[in-house]
Nanobody
């Protein structure tokens, strides 16, 4: 089993930036073998994958965030990050990290609110 703790959310004005952090803990063998993903869930909407990174460092982004968000990971520290620039009100959501093929267990997430 792997657990995830997200942090770094907050209130920011449109056009601003935030960096989210994710700490993974659990079975080290599992963590080292898994890709990581950042997901978000806006009010009244389904959770969606916004960015993912493989163990080899290949990244993939949802069209809505491409060019504005950057995912990275530090395998040695079992952490992942999401640098978010040029934020828009529609980015407002609770952000979660998990494997790129997500586990059933989710963390509490971190709230991001972008004001217009």
């Amino acid at each position: 089993q792997v657990q995830f703790v997200e942090s770094g959310g907050g209130l920011v004005q449109s056009g601003g930036s935030l960096t989210l952090s994710c700490a993974a803990s659990g079975t080290i063998f599992t963590i080292l073998r898994m890709g990581m993903g950042w997901y978000r869930q806006a009010p009244g909407k389904q959770r969606e994958l916004v960015a993912s990174i493989t163990t080899g460092g290949s990244t993939n982004y949802a069209d809505s965030v491409k060019g504005r968000f950057t995912i990275s990971r530090n395998a040695a520290e079992n952490t992942a990050y999401l640098q978010m620039n040029s934020l828009k009100p529609e980015d407002t959501a609770v952000y979660y990290c998990n494997g790129d093929s997500p586990f059933d267990s989710w963390g509490q997430g971190t709230q991001v609110i972008v004001s217009s």
